[in-house]
């Protein structure tokens, strides 16, 4: 089992993590640098002496919810599985959707914020480059976590770190990736995906909703095939389906979907990948 000591994380860095007035924590690495894996150990050596959440801001290789959302959940000693709240991006990947990603990375971190004494985020693999330093400095201005853990097989995030280490906000605590960290191909990546997909949608029935009774955010001239999410009146995204037909001259929209109930559902907001009720993915992120 890897913990805080395989991160090169000593007693001063657990003291940092562990001081009461860090409330938000945010884990930030490349891909396949351990991320999820260190921000679980932070979490469990949190939450005996705290209310500790877990955020979730990878939608691609998502542990909390589901592929295409953002997720939170309260830690519980005995553990849970069920998120405390999702937020649908409707992509796997940042690229392209920064205005979903940033609306969705706030809404979890605030009611996960409301709920518990500390925070700990989990990102995407995206983080060098150009791309990766414009998606985690536009979050952080958005979140403002009180501390940035960076992983690194060497210093490759040093230009991303670069303006919180001069200004000193947020404080930083740079770990270093462990030698066992196992490398996921992205054969594998789309496996996983498709696999939480396709266990999700088995039971799903055809619902149909009157357009005059819901209304579609993100509207896309070919909504058919494309995955979406249902929320209700208080914009809470209640459950993901698969748009089957949308019939404007009749005014209707039949999505696939395991909800049960349409009483409460106010919007279907689409997504910009197509999948298959198996999972598969059919179409990239557009």
């Known amino acids: 089992m890897t913990g805080l000591a395989d991160y090169g994380l000593g007693r001063e860095e657990i003291a940092i993590i562990t001081r009461r007035s860090v409330r938000r924590i945010y884990v930030i690495g490349d891909t396949d640098t351990g991320k999820t894996t260190l921000a679980d150990a932070i979490a469990k050596h949190l939450v005996p002496k705290f209310s500790t959440a877990a955020v979730d801001l990878d939608a691609g290789q998502a542990s909390i919810g589901l592929p295409t959302t953002f997720g939170w959940q309260v ?21 392209g959707h920064l ?25 995407c693999g995206l983080a060098c480059g150009e791309a990766g330093r ?10 403002r976590p009180g501390l940035v853990v960076a992983i690194e097989r060497r210093d490759e995030l040093s230009e991303l770190l670069a303006p919180f280490l001069r200004s000193g906000r947020p404080r930083v605590i740079r770990a270093t990736a462990p030698a066992q960290v196992r490398t996921r191909s992205r054969a594998t990546r789309r496996s996983y995906r498709c696999g939480k997909l396709r266990a999700y949608f088995e ?16 509207p896309r001239p070919d909504p058919a095939g494309r995955i979406a999410s249902l929320r209700d009146e208080g914009g809470r995204d209640v459950a993901l389906a698969i748009v089957q037909k949308y019939d404007s001259p ?6 696939l979907t395991p909800a049960r109930r349409r009483a409460r559902v106010r919007t279907i907001v689409l997504g910009s990948m197509r999948i298959a009720r198996d999972g598969r993915q059919l179409a990239r992120n557009v």
């Open 99 to 123: 205005g979903e990603w940033l609306a969705g990375a706030a809404r979890m971190v605030g009611e996960a914020s409301e709920r518990a004494a500390k925070v700990v985020i989990d990102t």
């Open 250 to 255: 009749r005014g209707t929209v039949t999505v």
């Open 203 to 218: 039971h799903a029935r055809e619902l149909r909703f009157s357009l005059d009774e819901v209304g579609i955010l993100r």
């Open 75 to 95: 830690l519980r000693p005995r553990g849970s599985h069920k998120p405390d709240g999702l937020f649908f991006t409707g992509s796997t990947s940042p690229t």
């Open 134 to 143: 414009e998606l985690h400095h536009a979050t952080v201005e958005v979140i």
